[in-house]
């Protein structure tokens, strides 16, 4: 089956450490993004990418850094610097075309306390 | 200004009723509309989507109503049933980018 995969489903840290969170897709989309999403804030750009080696910052990439070496994987970090990291985070990809719709994973809920 | 204004935040509807969900731009630079569809626990689907040179596309029970002069768009949903209680989201695509930005989102909630 074609989609996304994000690993963990939860994730639990102590404040001050780094964590990386998972995303791999099979769907041969150049595309990927990662979102935050909190209550009441609906889904925010954290940093998209549109092909591999390039990603740009979404509207809130402060306290996170990601890496996009392979096509199907775009992993995100988040770093201790980020200070609210607890957070739902949702993955996405993306196809070609100015009508192709984000396929998203079932995210990843991460803790820190 | 990259926003996409959605309101309202929560709406309870009764079942056989119409759903409506708003959203606004500013950005005219936007040149695509979805709107996805959210589950507890689950990530986003799309549920439909408009391009702005479009006033209306209806996909079976699900409408967006699109007015490019007033920079609005809206979903209405007819005949709402019990399952379609979920979060619902607006979005814009820039154009000739692939940076897609999402309202705050709308708990629907149809009483059976």
């Known amino acids: 089956d074609g989609g996304i995969t994000q690993s963990p489903k939860y994730l639990f840290r102590k404040e001050g450490q780094n964590v990386t969170l998972s995303c791999e897709q099979n769907?041969?989309?150049?595309?990927m993004y990662w979102y935050r999403q909190d209550p009441g804030q609906g889904l925010r750009l954290i940093y998209y990418?549109?092909?591999?080696?390039?990603?740009q910052k979404g509207d809130i990439a402060e306290g996170y850094s990601v890496s996009r070496e392979k096509k199907e994987s775009f992993p995100l970090t988040v770093t201790s610097a980020q200070k609210n990291p607890t957070a739902f985070y949702l993955c996405?990809?993306?196809?070609?075309?100015?009508?192709?719709?984000?396929?998203f994973g079932n995210g990843t809920r991460l803790t820190v306390t | 200004q990259q926003q996409v204004k959605q309101s309202p935040q929560s709406l309870i509807v009764q079942k056989g009723g119409i759903s409506i969900i708003n959203c606004a731009y500013e950005?005219?630079?936007?040149?695509?509309f979805p709107w996805y569809q959210q589950f507890p626990g689950k990530g986003p689907a799309l549920l439909i989507a408009i391009r702005p040179d479009v006033s209306e596309k209806k996909e079976g029970r699900f409408t967006i109503s699109f007015n490019k002069s007033a920079k609005q768009f809206s979903l209405h949903i007819m005949d709402s049933q019990p399952g379609d209680s979920a979060t619902y989201f607006c979005a814009a695509k820039l154009n000739r980018d692939d940076k897609i930005i999402f309202g705050k989102g709308t708990r629907l909630h149809i009483l059976p």
């Open positions: 769907l041969n989309h150049d595309a």
């Open positions: 996405a990809s993306r196809g070609q075309g100015w009508n192709s719709p984000l396929h």
């Open positions: 950005n005219t630079a936007f040149d695509y």
């Open positions: 990418s549109q092909i591999v080696n390039d990603f």
